[in-house]
């Protein structure tokens, strides 16, 4: 089993900054089986939506075209923590932001937080 704590959310101005964060603990094995990790968001009435994703090495990143060129995933393994920084953002960024842990192959699994509101203000 593996929990996942976001924090960092909050209420910013638009055109400003926000990091959020994700801590991933568990047993080390199921940490372990952690293929990739990302950040979705869902606005009020929207559907959930895939913001940015990295794999388990943090050697490839995928990024939702709204978001491309202002947002940037990253992880530290040694802190087990993955990493949203939000710069130049809009209101349109306005959602509760999960974190999300998928492990691949025959047994997928997939993990989320309980989630971390971010309001930006125009």
């Known amino acids: 089993q593996v929990q996942l704590v976001e924090s960092g959310g909050g209420l910013v101005q638009a055109g400003g900054s926000l990091r959020l964060s994700c801590a991933t603990s568990g047993k080390i094995a199921a940490i372990s089986s952690i293929n990739k990790m990302g950040w979705y968001r869902q606005a009020p009435g929207k559907q959930r939506e895939m913001v940015a994703s990295?794999?388990?090495?943090?050697?490839?990143?995928n990024y939702a075209a709204s978001v491309k060129g202002r947002f940037t995933i990253s992880r530290d393994s040694a802190k087990n923590t993955v990493y949203l920084q939000m710069n130049n953002v809009k209101p349109e960024d306005t959602a509760v932001y999960y974190c999300?842990?998928?492990?691949?192959?025959?047994?997928?699994?997939?993990?989320w937080g309980q989630g971390t509101q971010v309001t930006v203000s125009s």
């Open positions: 999300n842990a998928l492990k691949l192959g025959p047994t997928r699994r997939a993990y």
């Open positions: 990295i794999t388990s090495g943090g050697s490839s990143t």
